[in-house]
């Protein structure tokens, strides 16, 4: 079966040579769509171009399945798929294959995720849903099988049609989509979710693969956050207090809406220069200040002082500086918090007091009661630098607790459970980047699949706990044979797949012959343990990634064949696997 895309822009078609094979006719007799629909579709060309011209003032996927007739008269069954990208089409062309064939691609991939915790589904490029697993399927509170889901069934309307107008066209142009959406369980329950889509292809069709993992939790710790911030902005207005914040390894300044305004500056998304900042203090103050806080880098206590603030029309704003450094366990200035209150009419007042006649009774009175409202304000100060100092400290703590989480999610993405070894996905990732590398600088990689021999047998007489122990066992050798740049990673089951940057056959072959030499020397408590390896090393001539691995699977076959524990480089074989 024959499968095939090719580009359309401005009604001219950039036909892939597949098309000319599909088809019998060349890319100059189907230069353009007016050409595609006369010579393929006959008595249907009009009512087929109709649809199609609908399509287009449409925000969706075009689909048709019909039967064309080749150069030579031979009818042809097949489906067509268009996708948007901007300005551009991708037209997706292949061959009817029966349903069989689908349920045993299918069947490959249930194998590798019915069991995980992410939920995972396979679609048509029309959004039509071939698979879900398990955990998708919990999410209807339903035991029933047979039905035929959707991706309303799983997804907000909103998600629906972000994945139908944005993710499915991207994945379709770039390779995989990453974003966020929301999930609906059968009682109508949101869960927020990671969200990846990725373009498959096979020797059959196109398909997309949707994983998308739960960050509910995350969602909810991110929600807390932004509450206690938004609390603790409400509390510094209420108490008419500016805060401020500066990371001394970072050199990174944080401010209050409240600071710009001591500092008679517009409110920003960042505050200015820390070298233009200090400008505006009085120079008295500062010198003072400096002394301060070098003091208690020191002794790691709270220091307090009136500073006066220049204004832009030259005037001096006066304010109270509460500050309290946090260190680290070795002394070293990790942050500065702080406080600060405008006190500008309280020192007028006093100032004012102090020039009037000490005879004057109700001046001296007044002058205790601006120095008691003082103390008032000192007193309410120092219950909110409390308050910041508390919450300053919760929210410090759920940000070290979300990254952790995030750490903790990162390893169980790319680490397989059993072995420690990177994973199936992580390989998948690892290829794609060395097959970049290879086509952007010519440079040139092989890659070795590994097979347990007859670990069917052993699990069959030792069980599935020493099974276990062997792949663990197995997965350490590999990972000790190999070269500090080489990658190791668990292909599937009892198979291993290793990547060999800028290693041709000779050093491949080599590379190979030591992990299976290292294998069958191992001392196995139960019974020798051997492997069959197959090498495959990149060809000018390949196109994809995957015909790489198709090679090594090949080669793995034939050290299999002709009788295990043994090296097989795909050049070895009379016929090419493609």
């Given at each position: 079966?024959?499968?095939?895309?090719?580009?359309?822009?401005?009604?001219?078609?950039?036909?892939?040579?597949?098309?000319?094979?599909?088809?019998?006719?060349?890319?100059?007799?189907?230069?353009?769509?007016?050409?595609?629909?006369?010579?393929?579709?006959?008595?249907?060309?009009?009512?087929?171009?109709?649809?199609?011209?609908?399509?287009?003032?449409?925000?969706?996927?075009?689909?048709?399945?019909?039967?064309?007739?080749?150069?030579?008269?031979?009818?042809?069954?097949?489906?067509?798929?268009?996708?948007?990208?901007?300005?551009?089409?991708?037209?997706?062309?292949?061959?009817?294959?029966?349903?069989?064939?689908?349920?045993?691609?299918?069947?490959?991939?249930?194998?590798?995720?019915?069991?995980?915790?992410?939920?995972?589904?396979?679609?048509?490029?029309?959004?039509?849903?071939?698979?879900?697993?398990?955990?998708?399927?919990?999410?209807?509170?339903?035991?029933?099988?047979?039905?035929?889901?959707?991706?309303?069934?799983?997804?907000?309307?909103?998600?629906?049609?972000?994945?139908?107008?944005?993710?499915?066209?991207?994945?379709?142009?770039?390779?995989?989509?990453?974003?966020?959406?929301?999930?609906?369980?059968?009682?109508?329950?949101?869960?927020?979710?990671?969200?990846?889509?990725?373009?498959?292809?096979?020797?059959?069709?196109?398909?997309?693969?949707?994983?998308?993992?739960?960050?509910?939790?995350?969602?909810?710790?991110?929600?807390?956050?932004?509450?206690?911030?938004?609390?603790?902005?409400?509390?510094?207005?209420?108490?008419?207090?500016?805060?401020?914040?500066?990371?001394?390894?970072?050199?990174?300044?944080?401010?209050?809406?409240?600071?710009?305004?001591?500092?008679?500056?517009?409110?920003?998304?960042?505050?200015?220069?820390?070298?233009?900042?200090?400008?505006?203090?009085?120079?008295?103050?500062?010198?003072?200040?400096?002394?301060?806080?070098?003091?208690?880098?020191?002794?790691?206590?709270?220091y307090e002082k009136v500073i006066r603030?220049?204004?832009?029309?030259?005037?001096?704003?006066?304010?109270?500086?509460?500050?309290?450094?946090?260190?680290?366990?070795?002394?070293?200035?990790?942050?500065?918090?702080?406080?600060?209150?405008?006190?500008?009419?309280?020192?007028?007042?006093?100032?004012?007091?102090?020039?009037?006649?000490?005879?004057?009774?109700?001046?001296?009175?007044?002058?205790?009661?601006?120095?008691?409202?003082?103390?008032?304000?000192?007193?309410?100060?120092?219950?909110?630098?409390?308050?910041?100092?508390?919450?300053?400290?919760?929210?410090?703590?759920?940000?070290?607790?979300?990254?952790?989480?995030?750490?903790?999610?990162?390893?169980?993405?790319?680490?397989?459970?059993?072995?420690?070894?990177?994973?199936?996905?992580?390989?998948?990732?690892r290829l794609a980047l060395e097959w970049?590398?290879?086509?952007?600088?010519?440079?040139?990689?092989?890659?070795?699949?590994?097979?347990?021999?007859?670990?069917?047998?052993?699990?069959?007489?030792?069980?599935?706990?020493?099974?276990?122990?062997?792949?663990?066992?197995?997965?350490?050798?590999?990972?000790?044979?190999?070269?500090?740049?080489?990658?190791?990673?668990?292909?599937?089951?009892?198979?291993?797949?290793?990547?060999?940057?800028?290693?041709?056959?000779?050093?491949?072959?080599?590379?190979?012959?030591?992990?299976?030499?290292?294998?069958?020397?191992?001392?196995?408590?139960?019974?020798?343990?051997?492997?069959?390896?197959?090498?495959?090393?990149?060809?000018?001539?390949?196109?994809?990634?995957?015909?790489?691995?198709?090679?090594?699977?090949?080669?793995?076959?034939?050290?299999?064949?002709?009788?295990?524990?043994?090296?097989?480089?795909?050049?070895?074989?009379?016929?090419?696997?493609?």
């Open positions: 079966m024959l499968a095939c895309s090719f580009l359309v822009q401005d009604n001219k078609i950039y036909m892939h040579p597949v098309v000319e094979a599909l088809t019998g006719y060349s890319a100059e007799e189907l230069c353009d769509l007016d050409k595609w629909f006369a010579l393929l579709y006959g008595e249907h060309a009009v009512e087929m171009r109709t649809r199609y011209e609908a399509y287009k003032h449409t925000d969706g996927t075009y689909f048709s399945s019909t039967t064309i007739a080749n150069c030579l008269g031979a009818a042809k069954e097949i489906e067509c798929t268009v996708c948007r990208a901007g300005s551009d089409e991708w037209w997706f062309v292949q061959e009817k294959t029966a349903k069989s064939e689908y349920e045993n691609t299918i069947g490959k991939l249930v194998l590798a995720v019915e069991a995980g915790a992410n939920y995972v589904a396979i679609a048509r490029l029309n959004g039509e849903l071939l698979y879900v697993n398990s955990a998708m399927k919990k999410l209807m509170l339903d035991d029933t099988a047979a039905k035929q889901y959707s991706l309303s069934d799983f997804y907000s309307p909103c998600s629906c049609h972000l994945l139908m107008q944005e993710a499915f066209p991207c994945a379709v142009q770039r390779g995989r989509w990453r974003g966020k959406t929301e999930l609906t369980d059968g009682s109508g329950k949101e869960i927020f979710a990671s969200q990846v889509v990725t373009l498959h292809t096979d020797d059959n069709e196109f398909f997309l693969s949707l994983a998308a993992t739960d960050v509910s939790e995350y969602v909810a710790m991110e929600q807390t956050l932004r509450r206690n911030e938004a609390h603790l902005s409400e509390v510094h207005k209420m108490a008419h207090l500016g805060s401020y914040e500066y990371n001394c390894l970072t050199r990174e300044l944080r401010w209050s809406g409240e600071v710009y305004l001591l500092f008679d500056r517009p409110v920003a998304s960042t505050p200015p220069p820390l070298e233009e900042i200090l400008q505006q203090y009085h120079p008295d103050d500062l010198k003072e200040l400096l002394e301060l806080r070098h003091r208690a880098f020191q002794t790691g206590e709270c603030i220049r204004q832009r029309n030259g005037t001096w704003r006066w304010c109270q500086s509460v500050t309290r450094p946090v260190l680290a366990e070795n002394g070293t200035p990790l942050r500065i918090v702080g406080l600060l209150m405008d006190i500008s009419d309280s020192i007028k007042a006093q100032q004012k007091i102090e020039g009037i006649n000490d005879w004057l009774e109700e001046a001296n009175l007044q002058l205790v009661e601006q120095q008691a409202v003082l103390l008032q304000m000192h007193d309410q100060m120092e219950k909110q630098v409390l308050l910041v100092n508390q919450q300053a400290a919760e929210l410090e703590a759920q940000r070290y607790e979300l990254e952790e989480m995030n750490r903790k999610l990162q390893a169980l993405a790319t680490q397989d459970a059993l072995t420690g070894i990177a994973n199936h996905r992580a390989f998948q990732e970049q590398r290879c086509q952007r600088y010519g440079q040139v990689f092989s890659v070795v699949l590994v097979d347990v021999d007859k670990f069917k047998t052993f699990n069959d007489e030792f069980g599935h706990p020493e099974g276990d122990n062997v792949l663990k066992r197995v997965a350490e050798i590999l990972q000790e044979t190999v070269r500090e740049a080489d990658f190791v990673a668990r292909y599937g089951g009892e198979e291993f797949v290793l990547i060999l940057p800028e290693t041709l056959k000779t050093g491949a072959l080599e590379v190979a012959e030591r992990c299976r030499h290292s294998l069958k020397q191992e001392h196995w408590p139960l019974r020798k343990v051997s492997g069959s390896f197959g090498v495959a090393t990149f060809q000018t001539f390949m196109t994809t990634a995957q015909e790489l691995i198709d090679s090594a699977d090949k080669a793995l076959y034939a050290s299999k064949k002709s009788g295990r524990d043994r090296v097989t480089h795909i050049d070895e074989l009379d016929e090419l696997p493609f």
